[in-house]
């Protein structure tokens, strides 16, 4: 199978790493030579050095099976195309439509987005049930999760997203219905709005040093630096466009991120976001962990939510959650460790005081707290 990809930045270029790494032929397309070189670059060390450490190995054939290109054309003869273009719906629809038209019938199409649903990605398409989410999480190299989903998508294309899935090393997950933010960055964008609230008492480091005392490889302000800020307003954008105001973060949260934006902190792709990057790390004072039951808290109800929609089953998301953030416990399991009362009576509390629609508390939660 020939592959193609779209987009060869944060994610374009470790996804075209870990397909070359599978053994696909990867065409690996970008706007921007400079944005190919670097890709080039990371290929040769940073990308390498994870693809190892993920316990991959094919070293030497990665470089050798990608070519570089400007040239959208060049995707021609692919038989499964992911587009890894920035979270502009517009711009998706357009790439897709042109995609189309350059490929055979039986070519798949996939979007990494974070927020759109596939079958708005697909909205140019003659043949919308070709496309699929193939929504991996960062730093796509190391975390397992592959999310699959879209409503109108072809049983062929859902069976080549899995299989491709799998054969690049990863664990498919399959949701029930598709929406915006699939499951885990709608926990992402809770996480983000409530650890806002909770930065008017803590400092990142602070809130990070206590995701991580539970396990979880990254702090929640390291992996916003690792998915760009840039990509994190444009996705808090989509949210706002599908969910109202659930997903505003707190009034001065909002500014600092458009301040970030404009003075090029985006995180570890310009050296500096809400920590400096040297190397390909974080620079993170030490600090003690903070609380974030919050935090936790409302992710949890988002869990409980996402099971009242339909989106994926308990199990599912709880896989989910574990893939995705490389947590030996799943949402559910931290719930229970937390107390499901606990938890509901605290988002009554925040809810009553910040009014913050976050903290809602799903019927479902409800239900489990009685148990
Ligand atoms: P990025 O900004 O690092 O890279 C996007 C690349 O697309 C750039 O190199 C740009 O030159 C190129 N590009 C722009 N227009 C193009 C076109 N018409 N044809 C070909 N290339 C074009 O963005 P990033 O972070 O890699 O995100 C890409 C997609 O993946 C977005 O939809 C994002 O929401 C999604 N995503 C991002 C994650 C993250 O952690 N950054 C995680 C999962 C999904």
Avoid at 84 to 112: G, H, Q, R, W, Y
Avoid at 214 to 228: A, T, V
Avoid at 254 to 270: D, P, Q, V, Y
Wanted: charged share 30%; aromatic share 8%; hydrophobic share 45%.
């Amino acid at each position: 199978m020939k592959t193609g990809v779209i987009g060869a930045g944060t994610m374009g270029a470790a996804i075209a790493a870990l397909f070359a790494n599978a053994g696909y032929d990867v065409v690996l397309v970008d706007v921007n030579d400079d944005a190919l070189e670097k890709a080039r670059k990371r290929h040769e060390g940073e990308d390498l050095e994870q693809i190892e450490q993920a316990g991959l190995k094919r070293r030497d054939e990665i470089i050798s099976k990608i070519k570089y290109t400007t040239n959208l054309e060049d995707v021609g003869d692919c038989d499964f195309i992911v587009e890894a273009i920035p979270e502009k719906l517009d711009l998706k629809i357009k790439v897709m439509k042109k995609i189309e038209s350059l490929v055979s019938d039986d070519c798949v199409l996939a979007t990494n987005t974070s927020s759109f649903k596939p079958s708005e990605v697909a909205a140019g398409l003659k043949k919308p049930e070709r496309l699929v989410l193939f929504h991996f999480s960062n730093p796509p190299i190391l975390m397992k999760i592959v999310e699959i989903a879209g409503d109108f998508a072809s049983e062929d294309a859902i069976g080549k997203a899995i299989e491709v899935a799998r054969k690049i090393g990863k664990e498919p997950v399959l949701l029930k219905k598709e929406c915006r933010g699939h499951i885990f960055n709608r926990f992402l964008g809770v996480a983000g709005v409530a650890g806002a609230w909770e930065l008017m008492h803590a400092r990142p480091e602070e809130i990070d040093a206590a995701l991580k005392a539970l396990g979880s490889p990254y702090g929640f302000f390291e992996l916003l630096d690792l998915i760009g800020i840039d990509v994190v307003i444009d996705v808090l954008n989509s949210f706002k466009e599908s969910y109202g105001r659930k997903f505003e973060p707190p009034k001065g949260m909002a500014f600092f991120l458009e301040r970030m934006l404009e003075w090029n902190k985006l995180g570890k792709k310009s050296g500096e976001g809400f920590y400096k990057w040297v190397e390909g790390k974080a620079m993170i004072p030490d600090a003690r962990p903070y609380d974030i039951t919050p935090i936790i808290s409302a992710v949890v109800n988002e869990a409980f939510l996402e099971l009242e929609e339909g989106i994926a089953d308990k199990e599912t998301i709880n896989e989910a959650y574990k893939l995705a953030t490389g947590s030996p416990l799943g949402v559910f399991e931290v719930a229970e460790m937390l107390g499901y009362n606990t938890i509901l009576e605290l988002l009554e509390r925040l809810y009553r005081e910040r009014g913050a629609e976050i903290y809602k508390p799903a019927e479902k939660l409800r239900e489990a707290s009685k148990n």
